[in-house]
């Protein structure tokens, strides 16, 4: 079994900055990729960033130069460091993690959400 525990949302005011955190942990045999995606009340989840093992990213052109994604393969945690936050980015935010687990199987997981709001 797989836990990832996110943490780092909140309210904040635009223009201001939030980091979130999500720490993989259990029976895992390696990671494959990371990312953030993101829910607005009455939207579509959507990508917000990934990182792959090697740490290659992409971003979703809305946060490209305000985002940046990075990870920490020791501590199997990913992170979403978040500047000049707009009132738009307010989501609730979700990692998603693909992995091979103890068993051998490639799966793909996902956390269980925080709230970022951005108040105008």
């Known amino acids: 079994q797989v836990q990832l525990v996110e943490s780092g949302g909140g309210l904040v005011q635009a223009g201001g900055s939030l980091r979130l955190s999500c720490a993989a942990s259990?029976?895992?045999?390696?990671?494959?990729?990371m990312g953030w995606y993101r829910q607005a009340p009455g939207k579509q989840r959507e990508l917000v960033a990934t990182?792959?093992?090697?740490?290659?990213?992409n971003y979703v052109d809305s946060v490209k130069g305000r985002f940046t994604i990075s990870r920490d393969n020791t501590k199997k945690t990913v992170y979403l460091q978040m500047n000049s936050l707009k009132p738009e980015d307010t989501a609730v935010y979700y990692c998603?993690?693909?992995?091979?687990?103890?068993?051998?199987?490639?799966?793909?997981?996902w956390g269980q959400g925080t709230q970022v709001t951005v108040s105008s």
């Open positions: 998603n993690v693909n992995l091979v687990d103890g068993w051998g199987r490639a799966v793909n997981y």
């Open positions: 990182i792959t093992s090697s740490g290659s990213t």
């Open positions: 259990g029976s895992i045999f390696s990671i494959i990729a």
